[in-house]
């Protein structure tokens, strides 16, 4: 047991000290707090704060109002300024001092024609509606309970009968971040894979593997390499989501994001439980081609292949936006391959029944359990094969569990 | 047949008894059998594709054998025996990008050694190889002769029992050459058993005390190298003179050492019967005619020759090489 920590400590420390470990793992970050400043600054930069004037021919605004505790975020709203006549609002329009106005006719309400004058750009409009709204409502006398649900909008959960999911509550939180999450996740996870791929070809291809399985056993040597792997996507992916969730937090200080960030704690807990046996299986499929072929480009060719495997849900975007519940997507939610991918796609966009939760999840295990199996007598197989690839029939004889 | 022990005083570190091993249709090894003790060094002999890596990797429990046994320490092979064996394979490798140091570090920590010791004891083994100065470069940047020397480091820093070292002296300088001969004696004169498979007759004869010659799969010469020459005194012999040496019936091979020849003889063929063929012939000059001990090269280049197929299709199959 000490060597498979040894291992895996070793293969952790020499993957996170190279200079391509680095250039990613702050790379990303770096390149997602820029984009995040840059979408920051625009946003700023083009947003025009200055106030907005209105006229109140019907005497109908309650100005107290814009203070209302119904109406968020009161530091990030610009300023109204009342004008008594049209002529004084046009002049602080053209002296620059306003972005533009609002002339609320006599009989407003009754009469509901509302006009804007500006210069140039339509000024922000959102605010002075609130504004408006929040004075109709207060004015029909209602309940103030009444009143706060009128102006917030209505709040509808849709609660999925077949899974007891709740859906579309938030759009944003919901079906993007199960996404997004799932990618990085993947990705993270499918380029240390292939770093097992490059490992296996190497310690063949510099003779290092008869040294290293004269210390430590099979397992040892293939099971810590790739826990020490499996720490470097962990600690890419922590950095990533760092980076990500810090973007998120300083640009929410200057731009409205779609609906409340939470963590959609469910999806999490799926994503973990995928997570092992769909890298188990990666893993396996890695080893089984490193030690079966002779030279790392080779190997690199059947993994590219394999891969494909793996990101065939990317190609149906469409149809689980469309329809998430086409018997293709559960076909691929069900096969083991691709299961990791389309549960994280379709989590967002719908209730993924718990039967092919299960089922997905138990033959992804089964399976991730005969490669991790034959790759061990392929690895055995093939480990000292210098210069020479396994045969076909030498690999189909190791499924049988013969030594070929 | 039963293999009978070589002594019956003390344990053997290794027993290797009647180990076959076949790869598809080659018969890499048949029947091979030895023991190895404490504080002796083991020469394994053969030409190339014989079976002496495959009959190590068999021991080391990389492959496992077909039949037969193989007992280390007494008993077989355990997973923790691995820390009792320092093995330098004849496929050498250490990982190229890496700095010398950290690799020797954790190839010793592998074999059991906690890092202080490792440290501890890596720092007089680097000084004393001449590569103290060397230990923060990456091993790629280390002549083919450096990288064999960290090797024997690596080999060797956990105070193995047994030693199992493939062709030792590859790659090496004389002055090194000289160094590494005097770290197996000292191995050797610690208790340690060392096993050294190599091509280098004159290493062996200078340095093993028994050996076992494989060829093609067999061991055909097993015993201690001073009865082995006995046994084969007068099958050789040297001379100075000119001639066709080559051409002589029953001479195997023919060599030129300094201003001498030397020739190995074909077992059966008495030193007698060659003199009276190069007498018969009328266009050689003899000054000096003797018999000469032996060398283990002339013992094997006999032995090997003599098993030399009738056809070449046998020795190709054999070049299918798993050894």
């Given at each position: 047991?000490?060597?498979?920590?040894?291992?895996?400590?070793?293969?952790?420390?020499?993957?996170?000290?190279?200079?391509?470990?680095?250039?990613?793992?702050?790379?990303?970050?770096?390149?997602?707090?820029?984009?995040?400043?840059?979408?920051?600054?625009?946003?700023?930069?083009?947003?025009?704060?200055?106030?907005?004037?209105?006229?109140?021919?019907?005497?109908?605004?309650?100005?107290?109002?814009?203070?209302?505790?119904?109406?968020?975020?009161?530091?990030?709203?610009?300023?109204?300024?009342?004008?008594?006549?049209?002529?004084?609002?046009?002049?602080?329009?053209?002296?620059?001092?306003?972005?533009?106005?609002?002339?609320?006719?006599?009989?407003?309400?009754?009469?509901?024609?509302?006009?804007?004058?500006?210069?140039?750009?339509?000024?922000?409009?959102?605010?002075?509606?609130?504004?408006?709204?929040?004075?109709?409502?207060?004015?029909?006398?209602?309940?103030?309970?009444?009143?706060?649900?009128?102006?917030?909008?209505?709040?509808?959960?849709?609660?999925?009968?077949?899974?007891?999911?709740?859906?579309?509550?938030?759009?944003?939180?919901?079906?993007?971040?199960?996404?997004?999450?799932?990618?990085?996740?993947?990705?993270?996870?499918?380029?240390?894979?292939?770093?097992?791929?490059?490992?296996?070809?190497?310690?063949?291809?510099?003779?290092?593997?008869?040294?290293?399985?004269?210390?430590?056993?099979?397992?040892?040597?293939?099971?810590?390499?790739?826990?020490?792997?499996?720490?470097?996507?962990?600690?890419?992916?922590?950095?990533?989501?760092?980076?990500?969730?810090?973007?998120?937090?300083?640009?929410?200080?200057?731009?409205?994001?779609?609906?409340?960030?939470?963590?959609?704690?469910?999806?999490?807990?799926?994503?973990?439980?995928?997570?092992?046996?769909?890298?188990?299986?990666?893993?396996?499929?890695?080893?089984?081609?490193?030690?079966?072929?002779?030279?790392?480009?080779?190997?690199?060719?059947?993994?590219?292949?394999?891969?494909?495997?793996?990101?065939?849900?990317?190609?149906?975007?469409?149809?689980?936006?469309?329809?998430?519940?086409?018997?293709?997507?559960?076909?691929?939610?069900?096969?083991?391959?691709?299961?990791?991918?389309?549960?994280?796609?379709?989590?967002?966009?719908?209730?993924?029944?718990?039967?092919?939760?299960?089922?997905?999840?138990?033959?992804?295990?089964?399976?991730?359990?005969?490669?991790?199996?034959?790759?061990?007598?392929?690895?055995?197989?093939?480990?000292?094969?210098?210069?020479?690839?396994?045969?076909?029939?030498?690999?189909?004889?190791?499924?049988?569990?013969?030594?070929? | 047949?039963?293999?009978?022990?070589?002594?019956?005083?003390?344990?053997?570190?290794?027993?290797?008894?009647?180990?076959?091993?076949?790869?598809?249709?080659?018969?890499?090894?048949?029947?091979?059998?030895?023991?190895?003790?404490?504080?002796?060094?083991?020469?394994?002999?053969?030409?190339?594709?014989?079976?002496?890596?495959?009959?190590?990797?068999?021991?080391?429990?990389?492959?496992?054998?077909?039949?037969?046994?193989?007992?280390?320490?007494?008993?077989?092979?355990?997973?923790?025996?691995?820390?009792?064996?320092?093995?330098?394979?004849?496929?050498?490798?250490?990982?190229?990008?890496?700095?010398?140091?950290?690799?020797l570090?954790?190839?010793?920590?592998?074999?059991?050694?906690?890092?202080?010791?490792?440290?501890a004891r890596l720092e007089p083994w680097l000084k004393r190889l001449d590569l103290w100065e060397h230990r923060?470069?990456?091993?790629?940047?280390?002549?083919?002769?450096m990288?064999?020397k960290a090797?024997i480091i690596a080999t060797l820093i956990?105070?193995?029992?047994?030693?199992?070292?493939?062709?030792?002296?590859?790659?090496?300088?004389?002055v090194n050459?000289r160094l590494v001969k005097e770290i197996f004696e000292e191995q050797?004169?610690?208790?340690?058993?060392?096993?050294?498979?190599?091509?280098?007759?004159?290493?062996?004869?200078?340095?093993?005390?028994?050996?076992?010659?494989?060829?093609?799969?067999?061991?055909?010469?097993?015993?201690?190298?001073?009865?082995?020459?006995?046994?084969?005194?007068?099958?050789?012999?040297?001379?100075?003179?000119?001639?066709?040496?080559?051409?002589?019936?029953?001479?195997?091979?023919?060599?030129?050492?300094?201003?001498?020849?030397?020739?190995?003889?074909?077992?059966?063929?008495?030193?007698?019967?060659?003199?009276?063929?190069?007498?018969?012939?009328?266009?050689?000059?003899?000054?000096?005619?003797?018999?000469?001990?032996?060398?283990?090269?002339?013992?094997?280049?006999?032995?090997?020759?003599?098993?030399?197929?009738?056809?070449?299709?046998?020795?190709?199959?054999?070049?299918?090489?798993?050894?």
């Amino acid at each position: 047991m000490r060597n498979f920590w040894l291992m895996a400590r070793y293969e952790y420390l020499k993957r996170v000290r190279t200079r391509s470990f680095l250039l990613t793992t702050l790379g990303v970050p770096a390149l997602i707090v820029v984009i995040g400043l840059v979408g920051a600054i625009t946003a700023l930069s083009e947003r025009n704060n200055s106030p907005v004037g209105y006229v109140d021919h019907a005497g109908f605004l309650n100005e107290a109002l814009y203070a209302d505790p119904y109406l968020e975020d009161m530091e990030d709203r610009i300023a109204l300024i009342p004008y008594a006549e049209e002529e004084a609002a046009r002049a602080a329009l053209e002296a620059g001092e306003i972005q533009g106005y609002y002339v609320l006719p006599a009989g407003y309400p009754q009469n509901p024609q509302i006009d804007s004058y500006y210069m140039g750009e339509a000024p922000a409009g959102s605010d002075f509606a609130d504004f408006v709204r929040a004075n109709l409502v207060a004015q029909a006398n209602i309940a103030p309970a009444t009143q706060a649900w009128l102006v917030e909008g209505p709040e509808v959960t849709v609660r999925d009968l077949n899974t007891g999911r709740e859906l579309g509550r938030d759009a944003f939180a919901g079906v993007v971040l199960p996404l997004v999450g799932g990618f990085f996740f993947f990705f993270a996870v499918m380029g240390s894979s292939g770093f097992l791929l490059q490992i296996v070809g190497d310690e063949k291809e510099n003779r290092t593997m008869e040294i290293l399985i004269t210390s430590v056993n099979p397992l040892q040597l293939i099971g810590g390499k790739a826990l020490g792997l499996i720490a470097v996507a962990l600690t890419q992916i922590t950095l990533w989501a760092l980076a990500v969730a810090v973007t998120v937090i300083v640009a929410s200080r200057f731009v409205e994001l779609p609906g409340a960030l939470t963590m959609p704690w469910s999806f999490v807990a799926v994503m973990v439980l995928y997570f092992l046996p769909s890298y188990a299986l990666i893993a396996g499929m890695m080893t089984v081609i490193g030690s079966a072929t002779t030279e790392l480009q080779q190997g690199q060719q059947i993994a590219g292949i394999l891969n494909l495997l793996f990101i065939a849900p990317f190609f149906f975007l469409v149809l689980i936006f469309s329809n998430p519940n086409s018997p293709l997507l559960v076909f691929l939610t069900l096969f083991p391959t691709t299961s990791f991918m389309t549960v994280a796609m379709r989590w967002g966009v719908t209730g993924v029944p718990t039967w092919q939760l299960v089922t997905s999840w138990t033959l992804l295990v089964a399976t991730a359990a005969a490669t991790i199996w034959l790759a061990a007598r392929v690895f055995r197989l093939g480990m000292l094969r210098y210069g020479q690839r396994v045969a076909m029939r030498e690999v189909v004889a190791a499924l049988r569990g013969m030594e070929a | 047949m039963a293999f009978s022990s070589f002594r019956e005083d003390i344990m053997a570190l290794v027993t290797v008894s009647q180990v076959s091993k076949r790869f598809g249709r080659v018969q890499a090894v048949q029947d091979v059998s030895f023991e190895v003790f404490p504080g002796e060094m083991f020469g394994m002999l053969g030409p190339n594709g014989a079976g002496k890596t495959t009959t190590i990797r068999m021991m080391m429990d990389i492959f496992e054998p077909d039949s037969g046994n193989i007992a280390l320490f007494g008993e077989p092979f355990r997973e923790e025996h691995k820390h009792r064996i320092g093995y330098m394979p004849e496929e050498r490798g250490l990982y190229k990008d890496q700095k010398l140091e950290p690799t020797l570090l954790f190839l010793a920590t592998l074999k059991g050694l906690d890092d202080k010791t490792a440290h501890a004891r890596l720092e007089p083994w680097l000084k004393r190889l001449d590569l103290w100065e060397h230990r923060h470069k990456q091993v790629q940047e280390l002549s083919k002769g450096m990288q064999q020397k960290a090797q024997i480091i690596a080999t060797l820093i956990h105070e193995p029992d047994l030693v199992v070292i493939d062709e030792p002296f590859t790659g090496l300088d004389p002055v090194n050459t000289r160094l590494v001969k005097e770290i197996f004696e000292e191995q050797r004169q610690a208790g340690r058993a060392i096993i050294m498979s190599t091509h280098q007759m004159h290493q062996v004869e200078a340095l093993c005390n028994r050996i076992v010659l494989i060829n093609k799969g067999v061991s055909v010469l097993y015993g201690r190298v001073a009865e082995i020459k006995r046994d084969f005194a007068g099958n050789a012999v040297a001379l100075d003179g000119e001639g066709p040496f080559d051409q002589l019936p029953g001479v195997l091979d023919v060599r030129r050492e300094n201003s001498s020849w030397h020739l190995s003889l074909a077992a059966g063929v008495s030193p007698q019967e060659v003199f009276r063929a190069l007498a018969a012939l009328p266009d050689v000059t003899i000054n000096r005619f003797e018999v000469a001990e032996p060398s283990l090269e002339d013992i094997f280049v006999t032995v090997v020759q003599e098993e030399q197929p009738a056809n070449g299709d046998a020795q190709e199959a054999r070049e299918v090489d798993y050894a």
